[in-house]
């Protein structure tokens, strides 16, 4: 199965600033069927970013995603205070869809 | 608007049964994937199983082949997990989610614990 890693585990960072998230995956993820959830504590997550860099409906363009092969980015420009949450990856090349283990976005 | 409700969460004994079931609308359910994916307290997500919209496709994760089983009812809207052999390790809060390989609706979710 593809193992996703994500880093850093915890990102510490003030409203305004701009947050850089990453995903890598153990083998390259075909056509890019990568996305991205934002969770929050006691909820559901939320989908993001699929098919790498496209955004899901509703979702504002501060939120941005790249990369391909092994190597995916989730791009906040300027983080509002919403934002701070559990932001995972997810492959949907190949079965079994795994995700990674998430990365945590506090405010500083 | 669309909305999954699951129900048929609890405590229950290792080796127990637990039947969980989440209730769409708002949608033409038959035309999607339907899917189980679960969180253990603390951990990221794990996606444990899933049934095309004509069931004509199962799939599930190696950790609950052989003791899950999904299901769906399209004239009720609804998909299943009949959750058999529970291990403390199949603890977490199971969530519903629409889509076939992105999961763009989900559920409240319901949790499950395996204890004695």
């Known amino acids: 199965e593809i193992v996703l890693t994500q880093s850093p585990g915890t990102l510490s960072l003030s409203p305004g600033e701009r947050a850089t998230l990453s995903c890598r995956a153990s083998?390259?993820?075909?056509?890019?069927?990568l996305a991205w959830y934002q969770q929050k504590p006691g909820q559901a997550p939320r989908l993001l970013i699929y098919?790498?860099?496209s955004r899901a409906t509703g979702i504002p363009d501060r939120f941005s995603g790249s990369g391909s092969g092994t190597d995916f980015t989730l791009t906040i420009s300027r983080l509002e205070p919403e934002d701070f949450a559990v932001y995972s990856c997810?492959?949907?090349?190949?079965?079994?869809?795994?995700f990674g283990q998430g990365t945590k976005l506090e405010i500083k | 608007e669309v909305q999954l409700v699951e129900s048929g969460g609890g405590l229950v004994k290792p080796g127990g049964s637990l039947r969980l079931s989440c209730a769409a609308s708002?949608?033409?359910?038959?035309?999607?994937?339907m899917n189980w994916v679960r969180q253990a307290p603390g951990k990221g997500l794990e996606w444990v199983s899933s049934?095309?919209?004509?069931?004509?496709?199962?799939y599930y994760a190696d950790s609950v082949k052989g003791r899950f089983t999904i299901s769906r009812d399209n004239a009720k809207n609804s998909v299943n997990l009949q959750m058999n052999n529970l291990r403390a390790e199949d603890t977490a809060v199971y969530y519903c989610a629409r889509g076939g390989s992105t999961h763009d609706y989900w559920g409240q979710g319901t949790l499950v614990t395996v204890s004695s």
């Open positions: 997810q492959q949907y090349d190949r079965s079994p869809y795994t």
């Open positions: 708002g949608f033409i359910f038959s035309s999607y994937s």
């Open positions: 083998q390259s993820v075909s056509n890019n069927y």
């Open positions: 049934m095309t919209g004509s069931s004509g496709y199962i």
């Open positions: 098919g790498a860099s």
